[in-house]
């Protein structure tokens, strides 16, 4: 089936900095990617589709200054947490449809990405 | 709205059988999926739905009623290995995936 990657795994930064999650779709194109967060216990909240070309459309409540998504590629989306802070320190988790007709209803997740923001 | 329910938490026995059910209200439906989540991984796809009737695969099984909102996700058999979060998430009219806050599912020897 499609693989998705996500890069890093898990991370630790300082509140205030920065921090660039990679989402990849490794052997098929995804011109639509999806970014979610999860809070422990909780479901996953969709934070943005990314789309390939164009610009991000965010869910309602997530502000789209403090998380930068481009969809530079057909295979890559980055999420970037601007400033972050200790309340951002969640889950994140990027997935991508699958390419042909028959996978289109099928979602492949990335491994997920633990922040932790002190 | 839209609304997807599902209980927080079941525990069943190695061996056993146990059905964990989903109501769904959405704008438009394309499709009920089931996802199971272990602690600190990503969701792995389990099945997917968009006719009504009963999807069989292995030890687990998933049934859809689209007149009724309602689906549940069959495990038989169970292992130690299936305590996990199971996750409910129905497709609406824009495709995107309208989640559950998952079942907790405990599995005791």
Request: charge should be negative.
């Amino acid at each position: 089936g499609a693989v998705v990657s996500q890069h890093p795994s898990w991370v630790i930064c300082k509140s205030g900095t920065s921090v660039k999650i990679e989402c990849r779709s490794l052997d098929f194109q995804a011109t639509t990617m999806f970014w979610y967060r999860q809070f422990p216990k909780q479901s996953l909240m969709l934070m943005a589709t990314s789309n390939e070309g164009s610009k991000a459309t965010y869910e309602q409540g997530v502000e789209k200054d403090k998380f930068l998504i481009n969809h530079a590629s057909l295979t890559l989306s980055t999420l970037t947490v601007t400033s972050a802070h200790p309340e951002d320190s969640s889950f994140y988790i990027c997935s991508a449809p699958g390419g042909g007709l028959a996978d289109f209803y099928e979602q492949y997740f990335g491994p997920g990405t633990r922040l932790t923001v002190t | 709205g839209q609304n997807i329910d599902q209980p927080t938490e079941m525990t069943a026995t190695e061996g056993a059988i146990v059905q964990i059910n989903c109501t769904y209200q959405t704008s438009g439906f394309n499709g009920l999926f089931w996802y199971q989540q272990h602690a600190g991984e990503a969701p792995t796809f389990l099945s997917y739905n968009v006719l009504d009737g009963l999807e069989e695969k292995g030890r687990f099984s998933s049934f859809l009623s689209r007149s009724k909102g309602y689906s549940y996700l069959l495990l038989k058999e169970l292992q130690m290995k299936d305590s996990a979060s199971y996750l409910c998430a129905a497709q609406d009219s824009n495709y995107q995936l309208i989640w559950g806050a998952g079942t907790k599912l405990i599995i005791k020897p």
